[in-house]
């Protein structure tokens, strides 16, 4: 079992930036597709950015493209977004995931606990 716990969150104003990474526990983490997750107060949960297992495939919600990067370390097991250019709908608790596949498109079967991102207008 992967357990999965994010860090970063804050509270930033708009055009800022802030950074979240997962750390990962468990074997074979790498070898897995991860996502980050987002879920504001009264919306569902929306998929934000993936990353395949070997990083050669990544996907972005078109609301964060060009302001979002997510990358990875599989040899310290973490997964980390870039966030810049914050606007005041990017106001979430953010979810770390891990795929039950090697890519993007598979369910996924283990979440974080989420860590609170607030930009301010």
């Known amino acids: 079992q992967v357990q999965l716990v994010e860090s970063g969150g804050g509270y930033v104003q708009t055009g800022g930036s802030l950074r979240l990474s997962c750390a990962a526990s468990?074997?074979?983490?790498?070898?897995?597709?991860v996502a980050w997750f987002r879920q504001a107060p009264g919306k569902e949960r929306e998929f934000v950015a993936g990353?395949?297992?070997?990083?050669?495939?990544?996907d972005y919600a078109d609301s964060v493209k060009e302001r979002f990067t997510i990358s990875r370390d599989n040899g310290k097991n973490t997964v980390d977004l870039q966030m810049n250019s914050l606007k005041p709908e990017d106001t979430a608790v953010y979810y770390c995931?891990?795929?039950?596949?090697?890519?993007?498109?598979?369910?996924?079967?283990?979440w974080g606990q989420g860590t609170q991102v607030t930009v301010s207008s």
């Open positions: 995931a891990k795929s039950s596949g090697h890519e993007l498109g598979a369910e996924y079967d283990s």
């Open positions: 468990g074997r074979f983490f790498s070898s897995y597709a």
């Open positions: 990353v395949n297992w070997n990083r050669r495939r990544t």
